[in-house]
């Protein structure tokens, strides 16, 4: 997981900001009248691969173990980098400038990146610290699993950063 930790992200967060960037210049290379954030919010919603298409295409075709378990963890971060992408994009639209939306964007991903791993972090150590006094409740453990990303989302929102990601 480790060695593969690299090429999903570029993956997922790569190629989905480079997706959005080529879509918005073409768009607005051809439509001009389209101002270039916009174009830019067209290209990140349309930025992350399907899953259900990538799911589908590893049935039909032979893919490689490791190619298989990329692609699974890219699956995983790139809808969140597309939101985050078109959340930067709809900003600049609305702000009119891409450096305001920049620093935004930045801190909304990065600072949500990193709350993710800490209460990630956290939410081990419950459970590590519930099994090791003897419960291993079945309701328990799904109750948490069912209620942890939704109150991640709830303090990343608190935080003004990404719950997504």
Known sequence: AGRE???VLSLAIGLVVATTLVI???LHAFVPSIPLAAAFALGAALGPTDA???SSLSKSVDIPKR???MLKGELLLNDASG???FQ???SAVITGTLVNASVDFLVEFVGGLLLGVVLGLIGNGVVRRARSIGVENTNFHVLFEVLIPFLIYLVADVCHVS???
């Open 5 to 7: 930790r690299q090429p």
């Open 24 to 26: 918005g210049f073409l």
């Open 52 to 54: 259900v298409a990538v």
């Open 67 to 69: 190619q298989a378990s």
């Open 83 to 85: 939101i985050v992408s």
């Open 88 to 90: 930067f994009a709809i």
């Open 163 to 165: 719950g997504v990601i």
